[in-house]
């Protein structure tokens, strides 16, 4: 274990990538430290060299105050002499000048200062201080002044090797920054070539593999397997690319058995989106269930199949649709099992019979009856999925519920009818056959007054009735009949509100205005038929009995969803009607009561009757109770 760590520690690109770094800071460190080592040695050769110029100077100044001294011989020659002397000698042994020597005594710059000196101790300096008698001053003057030239001569040779000195030390720098700046340069150029080979061809050659894979080349592979960061890079890469390979390989296979679910749950659907299309828009018709039939075995691959109902009381069933064709030698299911059997299954279950043929059963019910039975014929070694199962379900459960309501919907048409027919006959009772009742009592009270002359006057009167009754009697029958006729149709109630009101109005020549606002209420057609009904007979009563001038019909939808319709006249009222035997209150009443509604009859403090018919829509108190929902799964 710690020799592959130390492997890998040696082949680590991140210790390549840090060595170059290094090498460049080292590089860079030692050329700035020599670079500031030679600018310290260097450090006041400058005021050296300054000092060392400014000796020439003093010595020749010196020279032209002793000629001075010897020629005058004033005492402030003499001093300015002297501080001359000691200027000469603070510089030549100053600091910077010291500074600048080297330590080897062989050193052309240490012989050339120790010439200087031992010149100036020995010579110059004995021949500016001693100054001899005046015989001999002028020789001894002469003696100083000649030396003066080789001694500057010297000086000038010192100063020219502090300047050698200086050039060579700043030779040095210049030398070490230049060696420092290749050295450097070629550092950076190799590491530069060894982080395009170790790190950014790798990276681009992973990056083009990277790319290819994206395009769905998914066998491409690296050739990176070494030891370093890259290496292992390219191992995780091929890896990854490995992965990948298998994960698409799986991916297909997995898309390919989503696209058969997929395929499969689009074909159920699409079967129950027609087969509900079928049974529940509009009547089923009698070749519905067949073409449910052969849709299923061209869906779920099953054999063919019946579907059977049993009547209300009766314990064998009808065949309502079949695939099967006893020519082309299809079983005969109802001739080998027996009613009792099949519909004794209460769910999906599966009948092995004597001949090894197999018989799929499921019950068609909905949630208040069993009706019958769907049969479908099992193919040898065939087993049912779930989703064919769960559609084999939901649809005899719908095929269940279309029966069912189809069932109700005739039992609805059948009660309506009969309750249609009571109606009538109410209407025929109340109407005609009173008319009738009085006609007869009034023949009867004719017949004797026929054979007496003398009660002619009773007579007439009684022959009048008749008349007036054989008028009311043709003017009943005439509205029954328009009764018998009235249908609503598309335009709604308040057309059909419209054309009544229209109709009365010409027929009494009196004014008969409508309100109607039924926004908000929907209405069953028998719940528009009765209400029509109820305002015409308010209105015959109106234009009959009412003596009214002017009348008005009210129609609204109130805030808590019912409806209320007003018929009002200005007439002498209901109570006043003289000679009227007849109102209609007991029609208007009962069609009230099968409304679910109360009929009111006021009379207003004004001239006049007020009808109110008060009623809750059907569709309004069915939305008020609670409905199961069905599972179509």
């Not at 234009?543 to 939808?557: D, I, P, T």
Request: hydrophobic share 40%.
């Amino acid at each position: 274990m710690s020799g592959l760590v130390l492997n890998r520690l040696q082949n680590s690109l991140l210790l390549r990538l840090g060595g170059m770094f290094a090498a460049i800071t080292v590089l860079a460190v030692a050329s700035m430290s020599a670079s500031w080592m030679v600018a310290e040695t260097t450090q006041g050769n400058g005021q050296a060299i300054n000092l060392a110029g400014s000796l020439r100077m003093q010595s020749w100044r010196m020279a032209s105050i002793h000629q001075r001294l010897q020629q005058t011989g004033e005492p402030e020659y003499r001093e300015n002499l002297q501080q001359a002397i000691s200027r000469f000698e603070r510089d030549l042994k100053a600091g910077p000048i010291l500074a600048v020597l080297p330590d080897d005594e062989t050193a052309p710059l240490r012989q050339v200062y120790r010439e200087v000196e031992s010149s100036w101790r020995t010579q110059i300096k004995p021949g500016l201080v001693n100054l001899p008698a005046a015989s001999a001053s002028t020789a001894a003057d002469a003696a100083v002044l000649d030396q003066i030239p080789e001694f500057v001569a010297r000086i000038n040779d010192l100063v020219k090797q502090i300047e050698e000195a200086a050039e060579a030390k700043i030779l040095v720098m210049r030398v070490i920054l230049g060696a420092a700046v290749i050295a450097t340069l070629f550092v950076v150029i190799l590491s530069i070539y060894l982080v395009n080979n170790i790190l950014v061809h790798p990276l681009r050659g992973l990056l083009q593999l990277a790319d290819q894979i994206g395009q769905g080349k998914l066998a491409v592979r690296t050739d990176l397997t070494g030891e370093d960061e890259i290496g292992r890079l390219g191992q995780a890469f091929n890896h990854m690319a490995e992965d990948l390979s298998k994960l698409y390989q799986n991916l297909e296979a997995r898309v390919e058995e989503k696209t058969a679910e997929l395929t499969i749950a689009n074909r159920s659907l699409e079967l129950l989106y027609h087969s509900i299309a079928r049974l529940y828009n509009g009547p089923v018709a009698h070749d519905t269930y067949a073409i449910l039939l052969k849709d299923l075995e061209n869906v779920l691959g099953v054999g063919r199949g019946l579907a059977c109902l049993v009547e209300t009381g009766e314990d064998r069933a009808r065949v309502i649709a079949t695939t099967l064709d006893p020519a082309r030698g299809d079983m005969d299911v109802c001739g080998l099992t027996s009613c009792e059997e099949c519909l004794a299954n209460r769910t999906l279950s599966v009948h092995a019979l004597k001949s090894g043929t197999r018989v799929l059963s499921l019950p068609l019910k909905d949630t208040e009856q069993n009706y019958g039975v769907l049969q479908l014929e099992m193919p040898p070694g065939r087993e049912l999925a779930q989703w064919q199962t769960q559609l084999l379900e939901a649809l005899s459960r719908h095929i269940g519920i279309a029966i069912g309501t189809a069932r109700r919907s005739e039992q609805s048409r059948r009660v309506s009818l009969l309750e249609e027919r009571a109606a009538l006959a109410r209407d025929l009772h109340d109407s005609l056959a009173q008319s009738l009742a009085y006609m007869k009592i009034q023949v009867s009270r004719l017949k004797p007054l026929v054979d007496n002359p003398q009660r002619g006057d009773e007579a007439r009167e009684v022959l009048e009735e008749l008349r007036e009754g054989l008028n009311s009697a043709y003017r009943q029958l005439r509205e029954l009949l328009s009764t018998f006729r009235l249908r609503i149709e598309g335009e709604g109630l308040a057309a059909a509100l419209q054309t009544t009101v229209t109709e009365f109005s010409s027929r009494g020549s009196i004014p008969v205005t409508l309100d109607v606002h039924l926004a908000g209420c929907t209405l069953t057609a028998n719940e528009e038929i009765h209400a029509l009904q109820i305002v015409r007979e308010a209105l015959s009563n109106v234009l009959n009995h009412a003596q009214a001038h002017q009348a008005e019909v009210k129609v609204l939808c109130n805030s808590d969803g019912s409806v209320s319709a007003t018929v009002t006249d200005d007439g002498v009222g209901i109570h006043q009607a003289a000679g009227a035997h007849h109102y209609g209150l007991t029609i208007m009443e009962e069609r009230a009561k099968q409304m679910g509604g109360r009929l009111s009859i006021e009379n207003p403090p004004a001239l006049g009757t007020r009808v109110t018919l008060h009623f809750m829509p059907g569709t309004r108190r069915d939305a008020a109770i609670p409905i199961q929902p069905i599972s179509l799964a």
